[in-house]
């Protein structure tokens, strides 16, 4: 059940474990940045996994979606980056990060 009065962070994980992820966490999309409009669940992702393009993001999704509250959040990880650590993905996607480069 959607998380009405959830925080931002509750509402746009909601909609991306019911209706995104499945379509967009592939190989090609790991590392790559997003932001997810958490009322409707609506989201814009960035175009390389590889560039620190999460800037490009937020002024697209702004551009799109006006002030709305956005979540951002990087593809296949738990945190959107890391300061003296290394990003680790999903587990399921271990062997993808590998594959792909790794991300930090």
């Known amino acids: 059940m959607f998380p009405a009065n959830g925080s ?3 509402r746009a994980l909601w909609w991306y474990d ?3 992820r499945h379509r967009i966490e592939t190989r090609e999309n790991l590392g790559k940045y997003m932001g997810i409009n958490p009322e409707s669940g ?3 992702m960035g175009s ?3 560039a620190d393009d999460n800037l490009e993001v937020s002024r697209e999704a702004r551009a799109r979606f006006g002030t709305h509250r956005l979540f ?3 593809i296949g990880y738990t945190a ?3 300061i003296g650590a290394t990003l680790t993905p999903y ?3 271990q062997g993808d990060a590998q594959t ?4 930090s």
């Open 72 to 74: 951002g959040m990087r």
């Open 91 to 93: 587990e399921h996607l």
């Open 18 to 20: 019911k209706n995104i």
């Open 100 to 103: 792909a480069g790794e991300h």
């Open 80 to 82: 959107v980056a890391a």
């Open 42 to 44: 609506e989201y814009i």
């Open 48 to 50: 390389d996994p590889d």
């Open 8 to 10: 931002t962070a509750e």
